[in-house]
């Protein structure tokens, strides 16, 4: 027990920056969280990089049953040795690469409950909420311009693809914000606490998802350049005259750029280049 105790107390110092390791060790930020997402005896919760467990310890008082995936092994090992309750499960893995149905019951809605690695959190963001039908909730510690974008507005310089594909999916909504100071070691950047209420269908109906992600990149590809503009020169097949009609049918005016349209109007103009005209709800 002193060695691994000799251990934790190394990595609340540094981290492995190759694993953007920022530890929240916050006892009261930790506390708050916890409560903030209502856990309950009924609810299961999956937690993603747990470090050391700080968080965890709280999870595993409150929930019926909590898995925690950590990619490094030293941690992992601290972890079993130094949380062992028979509700908690602890699985060292990728999450970038990991398979969620392996952990979960058929049909069981899971919380998920992370202060993720900012240099993977959009990537990790997107396969959460593109992962249908499992998640209840997420609530994920994001850098504070990550956070920013995704419960951005249209005509506002944050909104972008990271918003749609958020609002897409999900009701987010910023609960905290946190400054460097509750880390170890400390980030350069401050931080928020995003809540996702997922929805259990998306907010619209596509004709095609990959269309409307690809058709979406492509708008805000060149965000400073009319929508029409950016379409015609995004590699999706689509003439200038093409990309007109396209717009005219969905009433967007011809000047518009990507960031001024709502999530209903770049639905209703995927929808149009996917050659179907589906209803939005």
């Given at each position: 027990m ?6 934790l107390s190394?990595?609340?110092?540094k ?7 920022n ?15 209502q ?8 937690e ?7 968080l965890?310890?709280?999870l ?10 950590e ?7 601290i ?8 509700n908690?499960?602890i ?8 398979n969620?149905n392996e952990?979960?019951q ?12 900012y ?9 959460l909420?593109?992962t ?5 909730e ?8 990550v956070?920013?974008?995704i419960?951005?507005?249209?005509r ?6 990271l918003s ?10 910023i609960l905290?914000?946190l ?8 980030p350069?950047?401050n931080?928020?606490l995003v809540?996702?209420?997922?929805l ?5 109906r596509v ?7 690809k058709l ?10 009319m ?5 015609a020169?995004s ?10 009609e ?10 518009s750029?990507a ?9 209703l ?10 209803p939005l709800a």
């Open positions: 002193k060695q691994t105790r000799q251990v190394s990595f609340d110092l981290g492995r920056k190759s694993l953007g390791q530890f929240l060790l916050d006892e009261k930020v930790l506390k708050q969280i916890a409560d903030l997402a856990i309950s005896a009924n609810d299961c919760v999956l993603i990089g747990p470090g050391p467990g700080s965890t310890k709280y595993v008082q409150k929930a019926k049953k909590v898995v925690t995936i990619l490094d092994p030293e941690l992992v090992k972890l079993k040795a130094e949380l062992k309750n028979p908690l499960e699985v060292q893995a990728d999450i970038l690469k990991f969620f952990i979960m058929q049909g069981e809605k899971i919380k998920l409950i992370s202060n993720l690695p240099n993977i959190s959009t990537q990790v963001v997107f396969r909420l593109e249908p039908g499992l998640f209840s997420l609530y994920l510690m994001l850098q504070k311009e956070a920013d974008r419960v951005a507005e249209p506002t310089k944050e909104y972008g693809i749609v594909i958020s609002q897409f999916h999900s009701e987010p909504q905290l914000n400054g460097p100071e509750s880390f170890k070691p400390r350069k950047v931080s928020a809540k996702f209420r997922v259990s269908e998306p907010r619209f004709a095609d998802y990959q269309d409307f992600k979406v990149r492509a708008g805000f590809a060149m965000r400073r350049k929508l029409k503009n950016s379409l020169k590699g999706l097949g689509l003439s200038p005259e093409k990309v007109d396209l717009m005219a049918r969905a009433a967007i005016n011809p000047k750029r960031e001024e349209l709502s999530l209903e109007k770049l639905v103009l995927a929808n149009l280049y996917s050659g179907g005209e589906l």
